[in-house]
């Protein structure tokens, strides 16, 4: 089977890949995504989030060792009161966002971005989207989840498959949005690339 690269070294995407049947290896690119998310100020959120993701699989996929592979790069970013929350970073930021976002509802976007490398590094890429509600959270709440350091590296600074599930009411789509990699577009992004996902699965 084609080699697949995953441009990305968050453990929840690896876990959904390896869950979903899908052997893979880890390449972390080096792209800085603060400044290229400042160098496009009038992009969407979703927008972002895929222009990131490709940013991510097209520098993986210039290097020596994605030859003959696929490149997968994901990104995610909450939309919230029309803003673009990546990774807050820092517990005081972190606690303001989840302040923000008790008891109220956003949309996580996760863009994916497929590079083939067998002939070429033709590209593609798809954007899914997820609407989030959260439950009240009291400061109580607040400060333990913070405490914990989960949501400081979480693009709208909660997750769904750890800690931070026990505050999300109800997702309106794909969860596997949520956590940062939507299986589902994936099969779609192999099919445009004349792979069928369940390929991937003869070595099980």
Known sequence: MIPLILASKSPARTKLLTEAGIPHSIVVSEVDEEALAASHPDATPGETALLLARAKAEAVAALPDAAGAFVLGCDSVFEFDGDALGKPYTPDVATERLRAMS??????????????CRD?????????????????????????????????????????????????????????????????????????????????????
């Open 103 to 116: 008891g109220r509802a956003g949309v996580l976007h996760t863009g994916h971005w497929l590079v083939d």
């Open 120 to 204: 070429s590094r033709a590209g593609s890429g798809r954007l899914s989207s997820a609407g989030v509600e959260f439950t009240e959270m009291s400061d109580d709440d607040i400060a333990a989840y913070v405490a914990t350091g989960e949501p400081l590296h979480c693009a709208g600074s909660f997750t769904i498959d750890g800690l931070g599930g026990a505050f999300l009411a109800r997702v309106d789509g794909d969860p596997h949005t949520v956590v940062g990699l939507s299986v589902s577009t994936l099969r779609s992004l192999f099919a445009e690339a004349g792979v069928r996902l369940t390929d991937f699965w003869g070595d099980l």
